[in-house]
């Protein structure tokens, strides 16, 4: 079976959701206990309806100094309609769309369910992990440029990111 290094290889399952209506710092209380940088945003039906990232929260703090008024609700300054990937999006792929500005963390979405979420930094630890690995830094490239080649031997199989520190 053809393996490469994919979404579902390096996404952080532990989940730290939100709704549109709560405040804003509640939720940040949860990213920072989770150490999470974004939380995935659902309707009642469990449906991503935006993300909230951790410059979402500095906006609303922003807000709140500058002008007054109430709490912020995580409606009023989330990332609507967010860009989801498959556990299968590729390496390539998602290193493309992160430096394209997509951000910071995009929600993994499987048959319309929220299953996890990635962002830079494990994109970041996974390569830096297959260089360490990589017989060279050549077969180390060579194995991130591929889409659907078999995972070489030195890397094993499936390949497993680091954990990533929760």
């Known amino acids: 079976m053809a393996r490469f290094l994919c979404a579902g290889d390096m996404m952080s399952t532990q989940l730290c959701t939100a709704t549109a209506d709560e405040i804003v710092c509640e939720v940040v209380s949860r ?27 500095l906006r609303a703090l922003l ?21 989801g990937i498959s556990e299968d999006t590729p390496f390539l792929t998602l290193a493309h769309a992160f430096t ?30 297959l260089f360490r690995t990589a017989p060279s830094r050549e077969a180390a490239v060579l194995y991130l440029s591929a889409t659907d080649h078999p995972a070489p031997a030195w890397l094993g199989t499936p390949h497993q990111a680091p954990e990533r520190r929760r």
Request: glycine share 16%; no cysteine; net charge negative.
């Open 100 to 129: 394209a500005g997509t951000g910071l963390v995009l929600p993994v979405v499987r048959e319309g369910r929220v299953v996890g979420t990635l962002g830079r930094r494990e994109l970041l630890d996974a390569a830096l992990s």
């Open 63 to 83: 807000r709140g100094v500058d002008g007054g008024g109430g709490p912020a609700r995580v409606g009023d300054v989330m990332q609507r309609d967010p860009v």
């Open 31 to 57: 990213l920072r206990a989770s150490d999470q940088r974004a939380a995935p945003v659902l309707d009642a039906a469990g449906t991503l309806v935006g993300m909230l990232h951790e410059q979402d929260a």
